[in-house]
């Protein structure tokens, strides 16, 4: 199992836990859209050190930026597994076409 299977596992199991006592927790109990907007605080951390130009701090925000991601994801009710199933269904398939299919 990869880190990011243990991580979301760890995310699906701390769901019910009490927010008193899991960042996880008191992050889903907010609701789907703090999630996002956390997931979207995270994104742009990790842009603002891309920018820069120092891996290891790209890389810490790139960490944060996935956790909040899946919590974002398991908030509305969407996993890993089914991320990574529509990521195999793309497989293959030129990123170009791809994103044309989406449209209209």
Do not use: N, Q
């Amino acid at each position: 199992m990869s880190a990011l299977e243990r991580l979301a596992t760890t995310i699906a199991e701390r769901a019910g836990s009490d927010p008193d006592s899991s960042w996880t927790a008191k992050l889903l109990a907010k609701g789907p859209e703090k999630c996002a907007e956390k997931f979207g605080e995270e994104a742009i951390e990790a842009v603002i050190e891309a920018v820069k130009g120092d891996p290891e701090r790209l890389t810490s925000e790139a960490a944060d930026v996935l956790y909040h991601l899946l919590v974002m994801c398991a908030a509305r009710g969407v996993t890993l597994d089914g991320i990574d199933a529509e990521l195999a269904r793309r497989e293959g398939v030129s990123g170009l076409a791809e994103k044309s299919a989406r449209k209209g």
